[in-house]
């Protein structure tokens, strides 16, 4: 799926699933009514269906938060999906950078 809209990508989720669920699922109009959705793909080549998952987020930060989490502890926990769009105010973002700075280790702390 290529379009951007935010009612495609929700409209793709509730097709998909149906009256199916997944362990945290939120309603309709808690996708609609969430200030920062997102739209996650898993990962998993066996899944014949390909469908998206949703998240909903409170702030911008928690997402961020989420995604730094994945990232730091992919050498311990496979991530079983990857992040496929993210919305804010049912606006489209994209993670813009990754930024981590290192610092010498002062041995007497």
Request: with cysteine.
């Amino acid at each position: 799926m290529h379009s951007e809209s935010f009612l495609d990508w929700v409209q793709l989720h509730e097709r998909a699933w149906g009256e199916e669920s997944y362990p945290g699922r939120p309603g309709l109009q808690q996708i609609m009514e969430a200030r920062c959705v997102t739209f996650w793909r898993p990962m998993d080549k066996a899944d014949k269906h390909l469908r998206y998952k949703v998240r909903l987020y409170d702030r911008q930060a928690d997402i961020e938060h989420d995604l730094l989490r994945i990232l730091l502890r992919s050498h311990l926990d496979t991530p079983r999906e990857k992040i496929a769009r993210i919305y804010v105010n049912q606006e489209p973002y994209r993670i813009k950078s990754v930024r981590i700075t290192l610092e010498k280790v002062d041995p007497s702390t």
